[in-house]
């Protein structure tokens, strides 16, 4: 495709239900990150995949959140048993290099909204 | 955690005064980034300084780093309506992809600018 694509762009959860957010990046883009935006905050690093290869997942915030990316080009984002506090906007961005970024092209997010 | 910090926090100018922004940041950087986001919409790249540069220009854009203050501005010259947007710097500290927290773009919490016509 032309750009980064994500869907749902929204997204209502009651508390405790699970959601899967997807991301398709760029075709060709070996690097996708996923990022999580609290309303009038800046992005905070989640994950990153090189490929299929999940080498930094240090910024999930707990063992409930669980991404992969298994043929190296989708991704999803999974969110277990979901949190008001993990209402926010999930954006998703891909990149050509292998080596530190480099200009990052993001979609345009997932809101999540948790009842 | 968030590395930059923008200054101000908020900007309102009339159309075709010049805008400036300013980003600090904490640790030595690969290099620096600014993007720009439209309300609901992603972000969008705009312009990005290696460490070892001291200006660059983009169109009606003009960034400067200055890295023994761990700072950057951005100008925005001849303002539009257009312009108006949340705009945010992000450091690269990294070389290569090493995991730690280390590899992806560290943002600040951005700048909202409002151009009024």
């Known amino acids: 495709g032309a750009g980064v694509s994500q869907s749902p762009r929204y997204k209502v959860a009651k508390r405790g239900q699970d959601v899967a957010l997807r991301c398709d990046p760029i075709?060709?883009?070996?690097?996708l990150f996923w990022y999580q935006q609290a309303l009038g905050q800046g992005p905070e690093f989640l994950t990153y995949?090189?490929?299929?290869?999940?080498?930094?997942k240090s910024g999930l915030p707990s063992d409930r959140f669980f991404a992969e990316r298994p043929e190296g080009s989708v991704s999803t984002l999974k969110i277990q048993r979901t949190q008001q506090e993990d209402s926010a906007v999930y954006l998703c961005?891909?990149?050509?290099?292998?080596?530190?970024?480099?200009?990052?092209?993001f979609g345009e997010g997932s809101r999540l909204t948790v009842l | 955690s968030q590395q930059g910090e923008e200054d101000p926090q908020a900007l309102s100018i009339q159309e075709g005064e010049n805008a400036t922004m300013n980003c600090s940041y904490k640790?030595?950087?690969?290099?620096l980034q600014w993007y720009r986001q439209n309300s609901g919409r992603g972000l969008v790249h705009l312009i990005l300084i290696r460490s070892n540069e001291r200006e660059k220009h983009s169109g009606r854009l003009r960034v400067t780093l200055d890295t023994s203050k761990k700072s950057s501005s951005l100008l925005i010259t001849a303002s539009r309506a257009a312009d108006t947007a949340s705009y945010f710097c992000?450091?690269?500290?990294?070389?290569?992809?090493?995991?730690?927290?280390?590899?992806?773009?560290?943002f600040g919490k951005g700048t909202h600018l409002i151009i009024q016509p």
């Open positions: 992000a450091t690269a500290v990294g070389g290569i992809y090493s995991g730690g927290g280390a590899d992806g773009l560290t």
């Open positions: 075709s060709g883009h070996v690097s």
């Open positions: 995949f090189q490929n299929e290869a999940q080498l930094d």
């Open positions: 640790t030595s950087i690969n290099n």
């Open positions: 961005a891909s990149s050509p290099r292998l080596v530190a970024p480099g200009e990052l092209f």
